[in-house]
C-alpha cells in the first residue's frame, strides 16, 4: 500500500492494532489489511522487588499504556499526517501467569504478583499431585492457592481474577474474559462440549479445596470465560477509549479480540501454530514452546503442557532468566566507552560484543555465567543470583565472556529440551524465533540452533514479537474467513510470502554447546550454594 492508501485505511478503519505490556516495555503496532506495520508506539518500564516479590504498580501499567497509544498517536501523525480516531479490530497481549486479583471495587486485594515469583513450591507440588498434571510455580491457581492457605481473609474478597493482559482488556471493555492459551496459564485447558474450559475435574477438585478453606465462591465464578482465536472478546467502552485515550480522540465501539499472554502471542507472530513447529523467545524471560499432534503420557514435572491460541498441545519449557544480565553488561560496556570519549550507541555497542561472542574459544574457554536474576524452576534455583565464574586456568578474554553469557540464555531451554522424551523430540522439525537478541545476524541464532539440534528460522519482523502477533490476532478476528483455522490464516494470507533466514544446526557447535552445558550443570551447585548464603 502506497502513502494515501494507508491513510484511507487508517481514516476508515481498516487496521488492527496490538499492544502488549511485555517485562521490559508496553510497546504497540498497528498493521493495514496486508498485515504491514504502518506505525508504533512504545514506552519501558520495570518490575519492582518490593516486598519479598516481583511485581509491577497497576496505575503504572495504566500509564504505560496511554503512554504507549499516545506514541502511536504520534507516529500515525507525523508519518500521514491524519488523527488515529478509529481502529478495525484490537488485541491486547502480557506477560503471562502470576496473581491479579480485585475486589468488589476492582481493587487489588494483594499486591500484583507476576510470573517471576518463584516462591509456592510446596502448593505446586500439592496441586500437581490432586490434579495429576504438572501445575508450574508461575500458574495463578498455585497463587489462589498459597493466598487461600495462607491469608484466607484476603482470599475470600476476590470477586475476579486475571492475568495483566486480562486486566487491561476488562478495563477497555468490561469483559473478563482470555484467549485460551493465556487462560492455560491459569488453569489446564481442553476442549469441552467443543469450545475451550479449563479442565473439569480440576475445577471440581479446587472447589473442593476452596470449601475447606472458607471461600465464599467457585473458582468458574471469580476466572476469565476461556475464548478461542478469532472469537469476539468485547468491545471498547466509551469509559474504555476514555481510558486508552484520554485526549478524546479514539472512538468507542472498536471490537477486541481475546487478550493472550506472550506465549501465546509469541507463536502467532512466528506462525508456529501446527504440529512439529516450536517457537522459541529470547527477551527478559527464555522460553520454548514445541507444538505436537497430541499431549504426551508422561511429561517430566520442570515441563509444562498447555495450548496454542486455536487449541492444539503445546510443550512448554520455560526460563525465567533471559537477557536482562546480558544487557546489564552492554550496559557497563557502553557506560566505560562512554567515559573514554566514544561517541557510539547502545545498539551499536550491542552488535559489537555479540560479535566478539563469535571469536570466543571453545566451550567459552572454561568461564561459566549464570544469569540467574530471579529464580530458575528448570534448574532448581530458587532465588536469583547471578553469577560469573571462571578456574584459575580459564581463558578470561571478551569474546569468552560474551559467549559464556550468549549461551547462559539458553543453557536452561536446552537442558528443559532433553527432559522431553526422544518421541516427542523427534516430532519438532523446525523452530522459530523471535525478540530483540536475534536483531544481530549470525549471532544468537546460531547458537540457539545447535543448543536444539534444529534449524532455527528468524524473519525480519523477529524484534517485533508480541505486538506483531497480538495485532495479527486482532486481524484474524476480523477478517478471516468461515471455516479459515488460524494456523491457515497465518501460512497462506500473512507469511506467504515473508523474508526470512534459516541457519541449519552446524555440528560442531553443537558439540561445543554440549560441552559447556554439561560443566554449566556441574557448576550449579555453586549457584544454589549463593542462593543459599548471599
Given at each position: 500500500?502506497?502513502?494515501?492508501?494507508?491513510?484511507?485505511?487508517?481514516l476508515?478503519g481498516?487496521?488492527c492494532?496490538?499492544?502488549?505490556?511485555?517485562?521490559?516495555?508496553?510497546?504497540?503496532?498497528?498493521?493495514?489489511?496486508?498485515?504491514?506495520?504502518?506505525?508504533?508506539?512504545?514506552?519501558?518500564?520495570?518490575?519492582?522487588?518490593?516486598?519479598?516479590?516481583w511485581?509491577?504498580?497497576?496505575?503504572?501499567?495504566?500509564?504505560?499504556?496511554?503512554?504507549?497509544?499516545?506514541?502511536?498517536?504520534?507516529?500515525?501523525?507525523?508519518?500521514?499526517?491524519?488523527?488515529?480516531?478509529?481502529?478495525?479490530?484490537?488485541?491486547?497481549?502480557g506477560?503471562?501467569?502470576?496473581?491479579?486479583?480485585?475486589?468488589?471495587?476492582?481493587?487489588?486485594?494483594t499486591?500484583?504478583?507476576?510470573?517471576?515469583?518463584?516462591?509456592t513450591?510446596?502448593?505446586?507440588?500439592?496441586?500437581?499431585?490432586?490434579?495429576?498434571?504438572?501445575?508450574?510455580?508461575?500458574?495463578?491457581?498455585?497463587?489462589?492457592?498459597?493466598?487461600?492457605?495462607?491469608?484466607?481473609?484476603?482470599?475470600?474478597?476476590?470477586?475476579?481474577?486475571?492475568?495483566?493482559a486480562?486486566?487491561?482488556?476488562?478495563?477497555?471493555?468490561?469483559e473478563?474474559?482470555?484467549?485460551?492459551?493465556?487462560?492455560?496459564?491459569?488453569?489446564?485447558?481442553?476442549?469441552?462440549?467443543?469450545?475451550?474450559?479449563?479442565?473439569?475435574?480440576?475445577?471440581?477438585?479446587?472447589?473442593?479445596?476452596?470449601?475447606?478453606?472458607?471461600?465464599p465462591?467457585?473458582?468458574?465464578?471469580?476466572f476469565?470465560?476461556?475464548?478461542r482465536?478469532?472469537?469476539?472478546?468485547?468491545?471498547?467502552?466509551?469509559?474504555?477509549?476514555?481510558?486508552?485515550?484520554p485526549?478524546?480522540?479514539l472512538?468507542a465501539?472498536?471490537p477486541?479480540?481475546?487478550?493472550?499472554g506472550?506465549?501465546?502471542?509469541?507463536?502467532?507472530?512466528?506462525?508456529?501454530?501446527?504440529?512439529?513447529?516450536?517457537?522459541?523467545?529470547?527477551?527478559?524471560?527464555?522460553?520454548?514452546?514445541?507444538?505436537?499432534?497430541?499431549?504426551?503420557?508422561?511429561?517430566?514435572?520442570?515441563?509444562?503442557?498447555?495450548?496454542?491460541?486455536?487449541?492444539?498441545?503445546?510443550?512448554?519449557?520455560?526460563?525465567?532468566?533471559g537477557?536482562?544480565?546480558?544487557?546489564?553488561?552492554?550496559?557497563?560496556?557502553?557506560?566505560?566507552?562512554?567515559?573514554?570519549?566514544?561517541?557510539?550507541?547502545?545498539?551499536?555497542?550491542?552488535?559489537?560484543?555479540?560479535?566478539?561472542?563469535?571469536?570466543?574459544?571453545?566451550?567459552?574457554?572454561?568461564?561459566?555465567?549464570?544469569?540467574?536474576?530471579?529464580?530458575?524452576?528448570?534448574?532448581?534455583?530458587?532465588?536469583?543470583?547471578?553469577?560469573?565464574?571462571?578456574?584459575?586456568?580459564?581463558?578470561?578474554?571478551?569474546?569468552?565472556?560474551?559467549?559464556?553469557?550468549?549461551?547462559?540464555?539458553?543453557?536452561?531451554?536446552?537442558?528443559?529440551?532433553?527432559?522431553?522424551?526422544?518421541?516427542?523430540?523427534?516430532?519438532?522439525?523446525?523452530?522459530?524465533?523471535?525478540?530483540?537478541?536475534?536483531?544481530t545476524?549470525?549471532a544468537?541464532?546460531?547458537?540457539?540452533?545447535?543448543?536444539?539440534?534444529?534449524?532455527?528460522?528468524?524473519?525480519?519482523?523477529?524484534?517485533?514479537?508480541?505486538?506483531?502477533?497480538?495485532?495479527?490476532?486482532?486481524?484474524?478476528?476480523?477478517?478471516?474467513?468461515?471455516?479459515?483455522?488460524?494456523?491457515?490464516?497465518?501460512?497462506?494470507?500473512?507469511?506467504?510470502?515473508?523474508?526470512?533466514?534459516?541457519?541449519?544446526?552446524d555440528?560442531?557447535?553443537?558439540?561445543?554447546?554440549?560441552?559447556?552445558?554439561?560443566r554449566?550443570?556441574?557448576g550449579?551447585?555453586?549457584?544454589?550454594?549463593?542462593?543459599?548464603?548471599?
Amino acid at each position: 500500500m502506497n502513502t494515501e492508501q494507508i491513510k484511507t485505511a487508517i481514516l476508515t478503519g481498516e487496521t488492527c492494532m496490538g499492544m502488549e505490556f511485555g517485562s521490559t516495555r508496553v510497546k504497540a503496532v498497528l498493521l493495514d489489511k496486508e498485515h504491514n506495520v504502518i506505525a508504533g508506539g512504545a514506552v519501558t518500564w520495570e518490575n519492582k522487588w518490593e516486598g519479598g516479590i516481583w511485581t509491577y504498580d497497576l496505575p503504572d501499567a495504566v500509564a504505560n499504556m496511554q503512554a504507549c497509544f499516545a506514541a502511536l498517536r504520534q507516529d500515525v501523525y507525523e508519518k500521514y499526517g491524519v488523527s488515529l480516531t478509529k481502529i478495525g479490530q484490537i488485541g491486547i497481549s502480557g506477560m503471562m501467569h502470576g496473581l491479579l486479583a480485585l475486589d468488589a471495587d476492582g481493587n487489588l486485594v494483594t499486591p500484583f504478583r507476576t510470573w517471576r515469583n518463584t516462591m509456592t513450591k510446596p502448593e505446586a507440588d500439592f496441586l500437581s499431585e490432586r490434579f495429576g498434571h504438572t501445575i508450574p510455580q508461575r500458574w495463578s491457581i498455585v497463587h489462589l492457592y498459597q493466598l487461600m492457605k495462607t491469608a484466607p481473609e484476603t482470599a475470600a474478597k476476590i470477586q475476579k481474577m486475571t492475568t495483566l493482559a486480562g486486566y487491561i482488556h476488562l478495563l477497555l471493555t468490561g469483559e473478563l474474559v482470555l484467549g485460551c492459551c493465556e487462560a492455560a496459564g491459569m488453569l489446564p485447558v481442553e476442549d469441552v462440549d467443543g469450545a475451550p474450559d479449563y479442565v473439569p475435574h480440576m475445577v471440581e477438585t479446587f472447589d473442593g479445596l476452596a470449601a475447606e478453606t472458607g471461600m465464599p465462591w467457585k473458582l468458574k465464578a471469580i476466572f476469565p470465560r476461556v475464548l478461542r482465536a478469532g472469537a469476539s472478546g468485547g468491545s471498547l467502552t466509551p469509559a474504555g477509549a476514555a481510558l486508552l485515550d484520554p485526549t478524546g480522540t479514539l472512538c468507542a465501539g472498536i471490537p477486541l479480540c481475546p487478550p493472550e499472554g506472550d506465549g501465546g502471542t509469541g507463536m502467532v507472530c512466528t506462525g508456529s501454530l501446527a504440529p512439529g513447529m516450536a517457537t522459541v523467545s529470547a527477551g527478559t524471560s527464555t522460553f520454548g514452546l514445541f507444538v505436537l499432534d497430541r499431549a504426551p503420557a508422561h511429561l517430566d514435572r520442570k515441563l509444562e503442557l498447555t495450548i496454542t491460541p486455536d487449541g492444539n498441545p503445546v510443550i512448554e519449557i520455560q526460563s525465567n532468566n533471559g537477557t536482562a544480565e546480558l544487557d546489564g553488561w552492554v550496559g557497563i560496556v557502553a557506560d566505560a566507552m562512554k567515559r573514554l570519549g566514544a561517541d557510539c550507541d547502545a545498539q551499536s555497542v550491542y552488535a559489537a560484543l555479540l560479535g566478539a561472542a563469535q571469536e570466543g574459544d571453545y566451550a567459552c574457554g572454561g568461564v561459566l555465567a549464570y544469569n540467574c536474576l530471579s529464580g530458575e524452576h528448570l534448574l532448581d534455583i530458587t532465588e536469583g543470583r547471578p553469577l560469573f565464574v571462571r578456574t584459575p586456568d580459564s581463558a578470561l578474554t571478551l569474546p569468552n565472556f560474551m559467549r559464556a553469557q550468549l549461551f547462559a540464555i539458553f543453557a536452561p531451554l536446552a537442558y528443559g529440551f532433553s527432559l522431553l522424551g526422544a518421541e516427542e523430540r523427534g516430532k519438532i522439525v523446525s523452530v522459530k524465533a523471535h525478540g530483540g537478541l536475534f536483531r544481530t545476524r549470525g549471532a544468537a541464532q546460531p547458537v540457539l540452533a545447535a543448543s536444539l539440534r534444529l534449524p532455527v528460522t528468524v524473519s525480519e519482523e523477529a524484534g517485533e514479537g508480541g505486538p506483531f502477533g497480538a495485532a495479527l490476532l486482532a486481524s484474524y478476528a476480523k477478517y478471516r474467513l468461515d471455516g479459515e483455522t488460524l494456523a491457515d490464516y497465518l501460512t497462506n494470507r500473512v507469511f506467504a510470502g515473508a523474508k526470512v533466514h534459516t541457519e541449519e544446526p552446524d555440528a560442531a557447535l553443537a558439540d561445543e554447546f554440549d560441552a559447556y552445558l554439561k560443566r554449566y550443570v556441574c557448576g550449579l551447585p555453586v549457584e544454589r550454594t549463593a542462593v543459599d548464603t548471599l
